[in-house]
């Protein structure tokens, strides 16, 4: 299969837990995407890699967001001290440099208790 | 600032009716327009994408939308649902070399 992927596609954890999310893009793909999206939302841009570069960050990624993309292939995302607020699905995407299509993973869903 | 709004956000056609999705876009800058459709407990998969080009966009599955710039909109159109097509349909807009923002999406109902 030569999608994206995403590892795990749900998680559960108690608030206060830290929680870490993987994704693999398309292996040509230069850019790498993270969004999360919430219930009865469109999918919100929280950051995206360009090769290891991680090029743009959102507001809405606070101080317990991080993520990182160590050789420019997988990234990942890294919750910490998680919030019932972070409960949500959390989807990758990777395009090449150039295009304007991004092909999105299944996503992890993610159930702060 | 760039924004998407999408009205309406459920839609119920019959079986074989014309389906029409709203969407309206604000831009500062000429924009690329995206819709990307949603399957439960799925990722996005792209549609159609438009990009300066032809005002009438074609994409997979019948569906196709056509740029107007004069109303700053973007609906998408299929002249005849299938029970296939209930999903959640997402209208999105990249203004050059900016992120992409998505709208709150539209979900489809098909009747039998």
């Known amino acids: 299969d030569t999608g994206v992927s995403q590892d795990p596609r749900h998680k559960i954890t108690k608030r206060g837990q830290n929680v870490t999310f993987r994704c693999d893009p398309i292996?040509?793909?230069?850019?790498l995407y993270w969004y999360r999206q919430t219930l009865g939302q469109g999918p919100e841009f929280l950051t995206y890699?360009?090769?290891?570069?991680?090029?743009?960050k959102s507001r809405l990624l606070s101080d317990r967001f991080s993520a990182e993309r160590p050789k420019g292939s997988f990234s990942t995302l890294e919750i910490q001290r998680t919030e019932q607020g972070d409960s949500a699905m959390y989807l990758c995407?990777?395009?090449?440099?150039?295009?304007?299509?991004?092909?999105f993973g299944p996503g992890t869903r993610l159930t702060v208790l | 600032a760039q924004s998407v709004t999408q009205l309406g956000s459920h839609v119920s056609v019959s079986e074989g009716a014309l389906v029409l999705l709203r969407c309206n876009y604000s831009?500062?800058?000429?924009?690329?327009l995206f819709w990307y459709v949603q399957y439960p407990n799925q990722g996005l998969q792209l549609l159609l994408k438009?990009?300066?080009?032809?005002?009438l966009v074609k994409g997979i599955n019948d569906f196709e939308a056509e740029f107007k710039k004069s109303e700053t909109s973007f609906h998408l159109t299929k002249p005849s649902a299938h029970m296939s097509d209930a999903a959640e349909y997402f209208c999105?807009?990249?203004?050059?070399?900016?992120?992409?923002?998505f709208g709150t999406g539209t979900k489809l109902q098909v009747i039998p």
């Open positions: 995407a990777s395009s090449f440099v150039a295009s304007d299509e991004q092909f």
């Open positions: 890699f360009q090769n290891e570069a991680q090029l743009e």
């Open positions: 831009s500062s800058v000429p924009p690329y």
């Open positions: 999105a807009v990249r203004p050059f070399y900016q992120k992409v923002t």
């Open positions: 438009y990009t300066s080009a032809a005002t």
């Open positions: 292996s040509e793909h230069n850019r």
